[in-house]
């Protein structure tokens, strides 16, 4: 998904690494609109496609509206598990046989389906020859229409989404700092939940509760497909019917519970420990739903912090010198989410360096305007990204489903430049005021084991320590 953390940490390495801007004759470039068609099937499947008959493939994805968010009380993981369950075959598709396909139809070393689960959505997608698209469609079709879920396979992928959380969390010194600083920034709203999973949960869960919770969810009036490239209309919209169209809407609405996260009254701190020689810190602070007229300058400000031309926190690292590394996320939510800023230090550091240099920075952009230099710079930095957004079909079809999915409108696609342009040195300010005042803060010190053992805490960590 966009705002991925491997996206944004590509981007801190091109700031070190000194990669330029881009100019601003390359972003001021039109943005291309994104044309497409939609149509809802009886079912409540709703269908997005976009037409370019300049290439020889299709993209086909399709989103279910469920993520991580949807987890079961006790079962964290569920989502992370359903989704790689998604690859084991259906009632007549065995794994791998997409690939299969696709080689037979001379699309060689063809990487097969690939996923993505969020909060919100998980994705689907693979672009594939255009001679190919109905059988794609007929087999995606059947994914929806129910996965193969045994014990054995059950057993198989839970040890696959155990090792993605040994590997990304459990194992690296700074890997559960990301999901600490997430759980304790939500008291009640589902975003709380562990995005990977829970290695305790995660075994905990049954066949049963497995299979229950993918009938949920995978059903037609909660997926939106997209296809993207060569094909034609009317054959397509005829093979949708086919392998779609007659899957039926079960009789009981879906139904999603609604939470409110309370607003922040003061300030929270916490402190972990880690295996690492250094201390890192992470601060976050609420952002609104992605569909929110602040949005666009939060985003205008999350790159203030971490962009090319205008890293006001890589400061830390190139003249300071109190840290390696430094990131800063603010991921597309469906509802109220978190701009999270991370900074990882050296051995000389101490937690409360990190922590007073990155409020200086925060606190810079609540009370100083940022030059109109600086914001055009990174105004043509964004319009540039997004060109690049449109390069594959693939490209495409995830901008138009973020749109779709998680911002709520389809138009956003190609609103959302002409929103950023909008935005002014003023906004920037009043946003930055209205929700990273100090009183919203979550601050987490995460410590060498070193320094548990020598008992040193930050001042004030006792206050909401856990």
């Known amino acids: 998904m966009s705002c991925s953390r491997a996206a944004v940490l590509l981007l801190c390495a091109a700031v070190a690494a000194g990669v330029p801007a881009p100019s601003a004759a390359q972003s001021q470039a039109d943005v291309p609109r994104i044309t497409y068609r939609e149509r809802t099937l009886p079912n409540g499947l709703r269908l997005y496609t976009i037409s370019d008959r300049t290439t020889p493939t299709v993209a086909v994805t399709a989103w279910y509206g469920f993520g991580t968010r949807d987890?079961?009380?006790?079962?964290?993981?569920?989502?992370h598990l359903v989704e790689h369950l998604m690859f084991q075959g259906s009632r007549n598709v065995k794994p791998?046989?997409?690939?299969?396909?696709?080689?037979?139809?001379?699309?060689?070393?063809?990487?097969?389906?690939?996923?993505?689960?969020?909060?919100?959505?998980?994705?689907?997608y693979q672009e594939v020859p255009s001679g190919s698209l109905e059988r794609f469609l007929w087999a995606e079709g059947d994914r929806l229409r129910g996965l193969v879920i045994t014990d054995s396979l059950l057993n198989f992928e839970r040890e696959a989404v155990a090792g993605e959380i040994r590997r990304e969390?459990?194992?690296?010194?700074?890997?559960?700092?990301?999901?600490?600083?997430?759980?304790?920034?939500?008291?009640?709203?589902?975003?709380?939940?562990?995005?990977?999973?829970?290695?305790?949960?995660?075994?905990?869960?049954?066949?049963?509760?497995?299979?229950?919770?993918?009938?949920r969810f995978s059903r037609p009036d909660n997926v939106v497909l997209i296809v993207v490239g060569n094909f034609d209309a009317a054959q397509l919209d005829r093979w949708v019917d086919r392998y779609f169209g007659s899957i039926p809407r079960p009789a009981t609405p879906l139904r999603r519970e609604r939470v409110e996260e309370p607003a922040r009254t003061a300030e929270r701190r916490v402190t972990e420990y880690t295996r690492g020689r250094a201390p890192a810190v992470g601060i976050s602070f609420p952002a609104p739903a992605w569909n929110s007229p602040d949005i666009a300058a939060l985003?205008?400000?999350?790159?203030?912090?971490?962009?090319p031309g205008s890293a006001r926190l890589t400061r830390l690292v190139q003249q300071q010198r109190i840290a390696t590394r430094v990131a800063v996320f603010l991921p597309p939510r469906q509802a109220p989410g978190l701009l999270t800023l991370e900074a990882y230090g050296t051995p000389e550091t101490t937690a409360e360096q990190l922590e007073q240099a990155m409020r200086a920075e925060i606190a810079r952009l609540r009370d100083e305007p940022v030059p109109e230099a600086d914001l055009e710079r990174i105004k043509n930095l964004l319009v540039t990204e997004r060109l690049r957004q449109m390069e594959t079909h693939v490209d495409k079809a995830t901008t138009l489903?973020?749109?779709?999915?998680?911002?709520?409108?389809?138009?956003?696609?190609?609103?959302?430049?002409?929103?950023?342009?909008?935005?002014?040195?003023?906004?920037?300010?009043?946003?930055?005021?209205?929700?990273?005042?100090?009183?919203?803060?979550?601050?987490?010190?995460?410590?060498?084991?070193?320094?548990?053992?020598?008992?040193?805490?930050?001042?004030?960590?006792?206050?909401?320590?856990?």
């Open 299 to 307: 985003r205008i400000a999350r790159q203030m912090l971490a962009s």
């Open 401 to 466: 489903g973020l749109a779709i999915t998680v911002q709520g409108d389809p138009e956003w696609a190609n609103t959302w430049i002409a929103q950023l342009r909008a935005v002014t040195a003023a906004d920037i300010q009043r946003v930055m005021r209205k929700y990273a005042a100090d009183s919203n803060l979550v601050i987490l010190h995460y410590l060498p084991e070193s320094a548990r053992s020598a008992g040193q805490r930050p001042a004030g960590a006792e206050r909401g320590n856990r």
């Open 169 to 215: 969390v459990l194992d690296p010194p700074y890997g559960g700092l990301p999901v600490r600083l997430q759980r304790e920034s939500f008291t009640r709203h589902p975003y709380r939940n562990l995005g990977s999973g829970n290695l305790d949960e995660l075994g905990r869960i049954t066949l049963e509760e497995v299979r229950a919770f993918n009938a």
């Open 71 to 79: 987890d079961p009380p006790g079962r964290s993981g569920m989502a």
């Open 96 to 124: 791998n046989q997409m690939v299969e396909i696709a080689e037979d139809a001379g699309w060689p070393n063809f990487p097969g389906s690939q996923s993505t689960i969020e909060y919100d959505a998980l994705s689907v």
